[in-house]
């Protein structure tokens, strides 16, 4: 029996992109897939239905007869809880599942007999490269990030050798070089500003310089499981803080990246820090979804405080769709490939470590430990 690959215009507010693009539906057609999209799911990262009709695909106007035939549901980001009864059960839902967050949806799965896998836990080993999710979408929200700091700050970017004297170049300090921001400093770089980028991670100083940018020396290495920081302690928060706190207020642009898995972003830039902050600079906080790394960010929100503007922008990748859908399909594509085998059906077991690992829900059992312990919680 062919499985049935279905696509559907995703509805979270102010989301654009869409799970696969036409590039990708052509390859998965070939393969011997079938690959159901709802119609107009790519309009607004400017794929339009033609192209995915002339890769393979049928287009389906009606959204629950979609569901109703999806063997398996490639998303960016979760559907409404209500939406996965449309489902029958055993069938699969991949994407950006955030279950922290999205506990309801993730116990409503599991009450549907729904399999599920979120693109977040595939595990960062050599063999799932090409499915890393969250490295692509880093990536795009990396250099979206240095363009909202340009645009925010009053001064140029590179320096200018002009009639009216030379402009001297603006100084960008990025916190965090893990693959977000170490697209931001090679952004920077390339706007021709004066960058310099910091990480807890001595083996990040090396990827920082060899973009050109100075590495900010602090005697702390907090390398921690998976290529992810571990947390500090109090006596290294101290001294991290009082040399962030120097370069912060030399900064005319400030983008932070910091974060660490399941827990609240690291606190780098106290409000006494932003009001020592030069008046016109800007801070972008790309971790204001999960608290912020400066203690004025508003999730959402740009606000001016001391006259420093501190943005807290939410979901980047979406501001440059058309790229950041094409990554993320060409990272589904290959997750794909393991979870369909050679004859093109679904694999009978998910024993491969990277199914294994990203499995959130299956036969009506959550197998994420953390997700389970976070329901528990709530149950209680």
């Not at 910091?258 to 801070?283: C, E, H, Q």
Request: glycine letters at 10%.
């Amino acid at each position: 029996m062919v499985v049935v690959l279905a696509v559907p215009k995703e509805g979270a507010p102010g989301e654009r992109r869409v799970a696969l693009v036409p590039e990708v539906v052509a390859k998965l057609t070939k393969g011997g897939a079938s690959v159901e999209v709802e119609s107009g799911s790519g309009g607004a990262s400017y794929y339009p239905d033609a192209e995915y009709a002339q890769a393979g695909a049928k287009l389906v106007s009606d959204r629950t007869a979609l569901f109703a035939s999806a063997d398996v549901l490639l998303v960016v980001q979760p559907p409404p809880p209500e939406e996965l009864d449309r489902l029958h059960p055993g069938a699969i839902v991949v994407g950006f599942l955030s279950p922290s967050r999205n506990l309801e949806t993730v116990k409503r799965m599991q009450a549907r007999g729904l399999s599920a896998f979120a693109v977040e836990l595939i595990p960062r080993i050599t063999r799932a490269q090409s499915m890393d999710a969250l490295s692509s979408q880093a990536s795009a929200a990396g250099y979206v990030a240095t363009l909202l700091g340009a645009e925010a700050c009053p001064r140029f970017l590179p320096m200018l050798t002009t009639a009216a004297g030379t402009i001297r170049p603006a100084k960008v300090l990025v916190l965090g070089a893990g693959v977000a921001g170490l697209m931001a400093i090679a952004t920077a770089k390339r706007l021709g500003a004066v960058v310099e980028g910091y990480d807890v991670r001595r083996a990040a100083g090396e990827q920082v310089r060899s973009l050109g940018a100075k590495f900010l020396e602090l005697a702390i290495n907090a390398e921690g499981v998976g290529g992810y920081a571990r947390e500090l302690t109090p006596e290294e928060k101290v001294q991290e803080q009082a040399m962030v706190a120097t370069a912060v207020a030399q900064a005319d642009i400030v983008i932070t990246t910091a974060n660490v898995p399941g827990r609240r972003a690291p606190r780098l830039i106290g409000r006494d820090v932003v009001a020592k902050m030069k008046p016109g600079s800007v801070v972008v906080d790309l971790a204001a979804e999960s608290g912020g790394n400066c203690e004025t960010t508003r999730p959402g929100e740009k606000i001016v405080e001391h006259e420093v503007t501190v943005w807290g922008p939410l979901n980047l990748p979406s501001q440059v769709a058309f790229h950041a859908s094409q990554m993320y399909a060409r990272n589904l594509q290959a997750f794909l490939g393991l979870l369909l085998g050679a004859d093109g059906k679904l694999v009978p077991t998910f024993d491969d470590e990277i199914l294994a690992a990203s499995l959130l829900v299956s036969g009506g059992e959550v197998r994420h430990a953390p997700t389970r312990e976070l329901l528990a919680g709530a149950a209680k």
